[in-house]
């Protein structure tokens, strides 16, 4: 696997084989496969500065972390109580 890491302040859509797309936010980054790292227009934007590839799972010097972790249980927390049914409704 292969770490893409997005240099700029913008999102970006990085193609890649099968007409797939990885979404990155800004400074944000995201895992490849090994196969999908000569992909064309992928290196086109590695070319440009637009993208950096680094060799497995070395995000040394990555600012960011692309995403927000959700808690564990996921969801809303929950009321602590049991609603009481009220009247007659």
């Not at 797939?20 to 936010?25: A, I, P, T």
């Not at 010097?61 to 409704?89: L, Q």
């Amino acid at each position: 696997m292969k770490t893409v890491v997005n240099t700029t302040l913008r999102p970006l859509a990085v193609p890649l084989p099968g007409n797939k797309v990885l979404r990155l936010g800004p400074r944000g980054h995201g895992q490849i496969r090994d196969e999908a790292a000569p992909f064309g227009p992928l290196q086109r934007l590695v070319e440009a500065g637009t993208l950096k590839l680094q060799a497995g799972d070395d995000r040394t010097g990555v600012v960011g972390s692309g995403g927000v972790t959700p808690a564990p249980g996921g969801g809303h927390p929950g009321r602590g109580a049991i609603r009481s049914s009220r009247g007659d409704r």
